[in-house]
């Protein structure tokens, strides 16, 4: 079977740094992604990890440790507008994209 | 703006009835993708289509059916609705098959079943 575990909620105050976790559990692994998805709207392509290590783009920034079944999203100089939810999601073995349920992220002033 | 055209943009409809979803991809892309979306659910892969074939199958009922168009447009097909069945439908779109190819996905049809 398939699982993803990221943390529900996590709220941070403008202008901080958030790093949100995702650890999963699939059937072969052929990548990993993390979406933005504001409430209500289609989700939109963050970043895309294959290969260890860490890849920053921008304010955002995405790790990933295969070994360890693990990736975070990291979220610097945080904005109102980053308020939304953070899906990540497993490429399996059979090439499908498996969602995890999101991180629903609030931003304060 | 993806470039991934969905209609309609909201449908209500009874129990019973049967609905169909209508997705156009990004020009160029071969890929399409149909996803559900409840509340508080993650996205739910249903099906894919690769230039006008199924490609890969996930949790989609019997009760579904989607085809791709030889003009790659598709359609999800959803047919004695029950009330569970409301949610979000997504439809993303991809040039090729593999999954590491980035989705870019539209701006969703909200199906209210009652």
């Known amino acids: 079977g398939q699982n993803i575990d990221q943390p529900t909620e996590m709220t941070a105050t403008e202008g901080a740094i958030v790093q949100i976790n995702c650890t999963y559990q699939?059937?072969?692994?052929?990548?990993l992604f993390w979406y933005q998805q504001h409430a209500g709207e289609a989700p939109t392509f963050l970043s895309y990890n294959v290969l260890d290590g860490l890849e920053e783009k921008g304010r955002f920034s995405s790790f990933l440790s295969r070994s360890k079944g693990y990736s975070y999203l990291l979220l610097k100089e945080l904005q109102m507008k980053d308020s939304a939810s953070y899906l990540c999601a497993v490429v399996t073995g059979a090439n499908n994209l498996f969602f995890g349920t999101g991180t629903r992220l609030t931003v304060i002033p | 703006d993806s470039g991934v055209t969905q209609t309609p943009k909201h449908l209500i409809t009874a129990t019973g009835q049967r609905v169909t979803l209508r997705c156009s991809p990004r020009s160029g892309d071969l890929s399409v993708y149909w996803y559900q979306q409840s509340l508080d659910q993650g996205l739910q892969f249903l099906i894919q289509?690769?230039?006008?074939?199924?490609?890969a199958k996930g949790n989609i009922l019997e009760r579904f059916s989607a085809q791709q168009f030889p003009d790659l447009h598709s359609e999800l097909n959803l047919s004695s609705l029950e009330l569970g069945d409301s949610a979000l439908y997504f439809c993303?779109?991809?040039?090729?098959?593999?999954?590491?190819?980035?989705?870019?996905f539209g701006p969703g049809t909200r199906l209210t079943v009652t």
């Open positions: 289509y690769y230039n006008g074939e199924e490609r």
């Open positions: 699939t059937s072969g692994f052929n990548g």
């Open positions: 993303a779109s991809s040039l090729g098959t593999g999954g590491s190819y980035e989705q870019y």
